[in-house]
């Protein structure tokens, strides 16, 4: 099944309602268009990882595997 949508003079689609709840896409989500070794495109919904919140906070300086561990150690604490 296939659906169509229209490009905007400033380049922006609607997604048609069908594929944003089969995507299960609401306002503020993101989806990645990502091209196959066969040349067809395919769009996918972007859940973001704790890894890509890196920087957010202004004055911390996070390595990969920072923000996990201080979760797992957060965790600990709770469980206390």
Do not use: C, N
């Amino acid at each position: 099944m296939g659906y169509k949508a229209k490009i905007t003079s400033k380049g922006q689609i609607t997604l048609p309602a069908e594929m944003r709840k089969a995507l299960d896409l609401h306002e503020g989500d993101r989806i990645t268009f990502a091209q196959g070794e066969d040349g067809r495109f395919y769009v996918e919904a972007k859940t973001d990882s704790l890894g890509d919140l890196r920087g957010i906070v202004k004055g911390v300086k996070a390595k990969p595997g920072d923000i996990e561990s201080w979760i797992e150690e957060a965790r600990g604490r709770r469980g206390r």
